[in-house]
């Protein structure tokens, strides 16, 4: 079993920067895809970036794409999501989470994925 602890949410100014991490326990792991996910108030969760176990294959969806970056220290078993030129439309509470054993690959679907955090809120400003 995995646990997965978020941090560095926030309230920030639009255009703003924001880093988050997501510190992963329970277990020695590197070979899980990660991904973050978020979810704003009266919308359905959704995909905003993925990473694969080597670090070196990522996806964002279309809307971050050149202000996010997706990373991942394996031998620290964390990941990070730098998130720059921040808009309103980023604010919603922000998941981490890990593919199960086998999982290399980061997607795009909740389903794929096994673990979860509790969330951050991350809140843009007009």
């Known amino acids: 079993q995995l646990q997965l602890v978020e941090s560095g949410g926030g309230l920030v100014q639009a255009g703003g920067s924001l880093s988050l991490s997501c510190a992963v326990s329970?277990?020695?792991?590197?070979?899980?895809?990660m991904g973050w996910f978020r979810q704003a108030p009266g919308k359905e969760r959704e995909f905003v970036a993925a990473i694969g176990w080597s670090g070196v294959t990522t996806l964002y969806t279309d809307s971050v794409k050149g202000r996010f970056t997706i990373s991942r220290d394996k031998g620290k078993n964390t990941a990070f999501l730098q998130m720059n030129s921040l808009k309103s439309e980023d604010t919603a509470v922000y998941y981490c989470?890990?593919?199960?054993?086998?999982?290399?690959?980061?997607?795009?679907?909740?389903?794929?994925?096994?673990?979860w955090g509790q969330g951050t809120q991350v809140t843009v400003s007009s």
């Open positions: 989470a890990a593919r199960p054993p086998g999982g290399y690959s980061g997607t795009r679907y909740a389903s794929d994925y096994s673990f």
């Open positions: 329970g277990y020695t792991f590197s070979k899980n895809g």
